[in-house]
């Protein structure tokens, strides 16, 4: 397997540059390699608990908790078979996921992504190529390499986000203090 392709980096960052998103990761361990996307939302939320989801096999379960964050962007991230090479991954619509590719949790995530576009909610996959999905079966090679990247690539940009966040609430919280500094001088000057 080759490297994270550059082109698909540079979609997803496109896609969750300056927007409120959240992911939420799909998957059975139990399952081998369909158990990445919960794998990578379980490392993920160590860190982001309040973006990130790790919804197992029930991705319908967390409608609440997704549409209390009010995200822009929901990216589900997904082991399916899209007939790449295992590890390889896609940036797709849920849309076109449902209508094209064959996930083990199309059925619950179309109903999800349904709600969720309801509510003005774009719905993306990170979809991942699977070379193994039996019961009992451990999480393959290539699968893992590119969990571990995925894991490096969106834990960067929910960082830069957070960094970003905060440089906006300090930076109106000074200029709300700068604020209150000139509102003192001119009550000042009119005593």
Do not use: Y
Request: aromatic share 6%; net charge negative; charged share 25%.
């Amino acid at each position: 397997m080759k490297g994270m392709d550059q082109t698909q980096v540079q979609s997803l960052l496109d896609l969750l540059r300056d927007r409120n998103f959240v992911i939420v990761g799909v998957g059975n361990p139990m399952r081998g390699d369909d158990g990445v996307g919960s794998l990578i939302a379980g490392q993920l939320s160590q860190f982001h608990p309040d973006r990130v989801f790790d919804a197992g096999a029930v991705p319908e379960n967390f409608l609440g908790p997704i549409l209390n964050k009010r995200p822009s962007v929901c990216l589900f991230v997904d082991a399916v078979d899209f007939g790449g090479q295992p590890g390889d991954w896609q940036l797709v619509s849920l849309s076109d996921l449902e209508d094209k590719l064959p996930t083990t949790h199309t059925l619950s995530l179309s109903l999800l992504g349904q709600l969720l576009e309801e509510a003005d909610i774009q719905c993306w996959v990170l979809a991942i190529q699977p070379q193994q999905i039996a019961f009992g079966a451990p999480l393959s090679n290539p699968v893992n390499k590119v969990k571990n990247e995925v894991i490096h690539l969106l834990k960067g940009i929910l960082d830069d986000q957070g960094q970003m966040q905060e440089t906006k609430k300090n930076g109106n919280h000074q200029f709300q203090e700068k604020e209150r500094t000139e509102e003192g001088k001119k009550e000042g000057e009119q005593r």
